[in-house]
């Protein structure tokens, strides 16, 4: 993840006064990714977590994921879900 905000690849989300970025939180087995509107940060989540499967010998189980989109168009997300193989909340 940080490799991927320092190259600009992936924009968190914006929040507060000051603009804090938040772009990832992560409990126990459950992670948390927020990001900008955006095809680009779809597709550096995608690759994040195929990295991870891959690096971990673990499977990430996209059955049980979900994408939750706020002011998004219904559009936009069927095309992110289409891409993450998950579902919408």
Known sequence: MRQA???NVFNGYLVGE???EISLL??????????NNSMQNVLT???IL????LA???KV???KSKVVGIGVDEASMRRYVKV?????T
């Open 26 to 35: 992560r409990f126990a087995d459950d992670t948390l990714f927020f990001a």
């Open 5 to 7: 905000r320092r190259q």
């Open 18 to 20: 000051q603009n804090v």
């Open 50 to 53: 195929r990295f991870f499967e």
């Open 45 to 47: 989540i995608k690759a």
């Open 56 to 58: 971990s010998d673990l």
């Open 84 to 88: 993450l193989d998950c579902k919408i």
């Open 61 to 63: 189980n996209f059955f």
